[in-house]
């Protein structure tokens, strides 16, 4: 029986699949031996037990549980019918709660995953449109220590012209005039007041040119310069192809960092009481 623990983490962790939206879900026949089960019987009365317990709080398990019948090989070469579930995480948390934890040690295991696992998502759901804001200008910050990286490899000297070259694709204008087209002071950092669409684009941009730069194998400053450029006129092109808002008409927002300031005071006095 499979008792390491550890590794039935990180199986559950490798069986999970991710929908064309991002939302999680595992196969039943793929977590059976996960969770210790070797006959599909037994896992399958776990699974209706769960689905009775679904029902029970007053949520539709056709939504968390959702059969499939497939044709599998068998070992005379016939093929025949097999029913499969995808499901949810609250599903498989289900599945956990129900399962036999006394005698299968990676039940109790799934059922701290899943928890785990349930309220990471929970959290994340409850995070404010300003708190995601500022998850993301991390990331730009992240990338943009990335991508300097790459341009000093790339023989990239003055940096300003060459992050500038950059705006120039993307917004079809240099920094200081993005900067009056927005209202900002001169001294005011663009991206500090840049919403989550805004942000969410420059990071795409950053990241592509950093790809660009090592995969080129760009040597000199020039090619750098243009590089970023022509990235940024990809990424242009590409919101132009969707009909979507240029990042020079999108709208500012309150400073990032007076909110990261203000996140850290709540977070101070939450800690303190």
């Known amino acids: 029986m499979y008792r390491d623990l550890s590794q039935t983490i990180k199986r559950l962790d490798a069986a999970k699949k991710l929908t064309k939206n991002g939302g999680e879900y595992w196969m039943a026949r793929e977590i059976q031996p996960i969770l210790g089960y ?14 009775m317990a679904c029902e029970s709080s007053g949520i539709e398990p056709d939504n ?17 019918p097999q029913v499969d579930y995808f499901l949810t995480r609250y599903a ?8 036999d934890s006394t005698t299968k040690p990676e039940i109790a295991t799934a059922q701290t995953y899943f928890a785990v696992q349930t309220r990471r998502q929970e ?13 993301l200008r991390d990331r730009v910050k992240s990338a943009n220590k990335n991508l300097n990286s790459a341009a000093k490899q790339a023989g990239v000297q003055r940096y300003a012209l060459f992050h500038d070259a ?5 917004y079809e204008m ?4 993005i900067k009056r087209k927005k209202g900002l002071l001169e001294k005011e950092d663009l991206l500090d007041r840049a919403g989550r669409a805004e942000l969410a684009t420059n ?29 940024g006129r990809e990424v242009r092109a590409t919101i132009r192809k969707l009909n979507g808002i240029m990042p020079e008409d999108l709208p500012t927002e309150p400073s990032i960092k007076k909110l ?7 977070t101070t006095k939450i800690t303190k009481e």
């Open 166 to 170: 950059g705006y120039r694709g993307l």
């Open 38 to 51: 070797e006959r599909w019987e037994n896992f399958h009365n776990v699974i209706n037990k769960a689905r």
């Open 174 to 177: 240099g920094l200081a005039d």
């Open 260 to 266: 990261a300031q203000a996140r850290k005071k709540e």
């Open 92 to 99: 498989c948390y289900l599945i956990a709660m129900n399962g």
């Open 123 to 135: 959290i994340q759901d409850r995070l404010t449109a300003d708190e995601k804001r500022l998850q």
């Open 203 to 231: 990071e795409f941009r950053i990241t592509q040119t950093e790809v660009k730069l090592v995969r080129d194998k760009i040597t000199n400053e020039k090619d750098a310069m243009e590089t970023h450029r022509e990235v």
């Open 64 to 80: 968390q549980f959702r059969d499939i019948t497939k044709k599998v090989t068998v070992g005379s070469g016939a093929m025949v």
